[in-house]
Each structure stands twice: as structure tokens, then as C-alpha cells.
């Protein structure tokens, strides 16, 4: 079985694979400073609860886009589980696409692995939004080149801000504002929740609209992350979403490199 690393910016999730399917997975939050020792107990602790078995792990693929956990994640497939893992990063390893980029080391691993998973499962152009701490939107074409993306602000990073700069706004829920309410604030939370919302909603179609104009031929938009469903529910602009996009990401570019 392959264990299977995405590390963001703020959760670190741990996926037990078989095949192609996810049979096991657990998040923990993101610390630099965590060793390979106390994700061992974390993560055989959890293993136990599932009945799964440390000898069960034959394989290992990690990306992370916070370096200093490279290190001791690294430690953990090694120690614990006694295989070398793969690592994500661009040159020494085959991802399946090329990357159409002027310095191709500055994408992060997050959205290489997405892409990698979009375009293996869909067909034609393609638009890959990330809801992470940030909100990434990654271009994939047919032929299967990544050629860049955008990277605004996560939408809690947006109202963590505005909670943290203003000192007499609540912290408040991301959500639209409930029943008939319309997007003009009759209150202070009212008014938060449609900026925050709707405003957000505005940013995924307007910059979905931009990016689809500089490209040729129909576009399919991906989105994955933890509030992709939320806003699927509320645009037009997203196509599908796929929730375990980079966990699939990982998978497929360990078997491309089975071997190696």
C-alpha cells in the first residue's frame, strides 16, 4: 500500500492508498517543528484505531510546500515504515505534463499534483481552483502542458484579516448570508457575510471569465478543497469538484515513476 503525503499550509493529510483507491486517510495541522517521532505515534495511533498494519506500507510519496517539514517526514517513511519515499518536485521525477513555465521550480508541488490529476481524468483545457489557505486557479491544456495559474488570497486568510484590522467587526462564518437575505447588508454580520460570500463568488467568476478569454477551444474548471462544494452550490463557473484531486495526483505520479 502507498502512503501518500500532501503537506499545505495548514493541514498535513496522510492518505493510505490501494490502487487507485483511498482507503484510509487522517489530517493533522502543519508545524515545522513536529519530528518524525511524534507523527509516528500520531499516525500509528490511527492505523491501529482502522486495524491497518505498519507492515501493510510498501511505498511512500510526499509534497510539501512548507519546506521544513520535508525533513522529518522524510524520517518517518523511512524509520517507521522502512521505505524511501518519493518527492514531488520539479526535474528527477516523471509528472506526466510538461510545465510551460519560464523557471518551472517556482510552481509549488500542490498545484503540480493537481494538475496531474485533472488532466488524467478529464479531457481538454482545464481550469484547476484550489480552496486552500490560498486560492490557486491552475491552467492544464489538452495536451497536457501547465502553464501557469493564479494565486489570490484563501477566503479565511480574507476574513481572518478583516477580523484581526477592524476592531468592532465579529468574526463571522463562511456562508451566504441565510434565508431571503439579499446581497445589501441590513446589519453588520449581514453586510460581512456578503462581502466576504459574494464577494468571493465574484472573484471565482470574474478571474474563471479572464482566464478562459486567453485561451483557445472550451475550458472544463476543477475545483477542489475544503470549500469547494460551498461555492459549487452558489456559481456557475465550476464544472465539477473532485475533493480528493490531490490525493489522486499523488497516486498517479507514484505509479509514473514506479521503478525509479
Known sequence: MLLAIDVGNTNIVF??????????????????????????VWLHQLMQLEGVERGLIDAAIIATVVPPTLFNLQRLARKYFNVEPLVVAVGGINLGLRIDMPNPAEVGADRLVNAVAAHAAHPGNLIVVDFGTATTFDVVSADGAYQGGVIAPGINLSMDALYQAAAKLPRIAVEPPGGNLGVIGKGTVHAMQSGVFWGYVGLIEGLVQRITSEINGPVTVIATGGLATLFN???????????????RGLIRIHALNQGQ
Open 15 to 40: 492518505a493510505i492508498c490501494e490502487g487507485d483507491e483511498i482507503r484510509w486517510r487522517w489530517r493533522i495541522s502543519t508545524d515545522g517543528q513536529r519530528t518524525a517521532d511524534e507523527y509516528a
Open 233 to 247: 452550490r452558489h456559481t456557475s463557473a465550476i464544472d465539477s469538484v473532485d475533493g480528493d484531486l490531490t490525493i
